[in-house]
Nanobody, 122 residues
Framework: QVQLVESEGGLVQAGGSLRLSCAASGSIFSINAMGWYRQAPGKRRELVAAITTGGSTNYADSVKGRFTISSDNAKNTVYLQMNSLKPEDTAVYLC????????????????WGQGTQVTVSS
């Protein structure tokens, strides 16, 4: 049992900033990576940013230079700092984690948060 709890999103004016957090808890041996996806109405889910426990990061081209992902491995928590928000950033943002739930059995699972709505007004 692994749960991901995301912070509240919200309504932000274009050009504004918002910080999201996501904390993983439960049957966790270790976490390989955490990150954020988003899904807007009528669009496919896309990766926004991801970070490994080693600190490697990956960003969607559309958010490079505006969003920053970071993590606190000791707290199993990932953050997404979103700056210079645009209306096209409006979406449900979903946290994910690749979790090693059993090192002995080599069981790795992908887990998702419930999603939080971020709306950017013009």
């Amino acid at each position: 049992q692994v749960q991901l709890v995301e912070s509240e999103g919200g309504l932000v004016q274009a050009g504004g900033s918002l910080r999201l957090s996501c904390a993983a808890s439960g049957s966790i041996f270790s976490i390989n990576a955490m990150g954020w996806y988003r899904q807007a109405p009528g669009k496919r889910r896309e990766l926004v940013a991801a970070i490994t426990t080693g600190g490697s990061t990956n960003y969607a081209d559309s958010v490079k230079g505006r969003f920053t992902i970071s993590s606190d491995n000791a707290k199993n928590t990932v953050y997404l700092q979103m700056n210079s928000l645009k209306p096209e950033d409006t979406a449900v943002y979903l946290c994910y984690a690749e979790v090693v739930v059993s090192a002995t059995a080599r069981i790795v699972g992908d887990y998702w948060g419930q999603g939080t709505q971020v709306t950017v007004s013009s």
